[in-house]
């Protein structure tokens, strides 16, 4: 079983930053990012594997940032030049077998925080 814990949500303007973190209760080979809008399926927002590989949506290249800091189990999500869209729910998940090729996909994690609100206003 993994724990995790999200933190660091809250309002921004648009064209501002914010840093959201997931506190992981044990090393898992895939973390990632997710996020829902109200009324919207859960997407995938960035994903990343134990030797470093990474993966984006196409809406946030350029924006975004993944990483991880394996000595104390922190997944960070760097968030850049955020826009009004970007508001939603921000869930990590973890999980030890998704794959890379999975990494964007919600229906293969097995385990999920329980997300943190970021609201983007214009």
């Known amino acids: 079983q993994v724990q995790l814990v999200e933190s660091g949500g809250g309002s921004v303007q648009a064209g501002g930053s914010l840093r959201i973190a997931c506190t992981v209760s044990r090393y898992t080979k895939y973390m990632g990012w997710f996020r829902q809008a109200p009324g919207k399926e859960r997407e995938g927002v960035a994903g990343i594997k134990s030797d470093g590989s990474i993966r984006y949506a196409d809406s946030v290249k350029g924006r975004f940032t993944i990483s991880k800091d394996n000595a104390v189990n922190i997944l960070w999500l760097q968030m850049n030049s955020l826009k009004p869209e970007d508001t939603a729910t921000y869930y990590c998940?973890?999980?030890?077998?998704?794959?890379?090729?999975?990494?964007?996909?919600?229906?293969?994690?097995?385990?999920w925080g329980q997300g943190t609100q970021v609201t983007v206003s214009s």
């Open positions: 998940a973890a999980d030890e077998r998704v794959g890379y090729s999975s990494l964007l996909l919600p229906r293969n994690w097995n385990f």
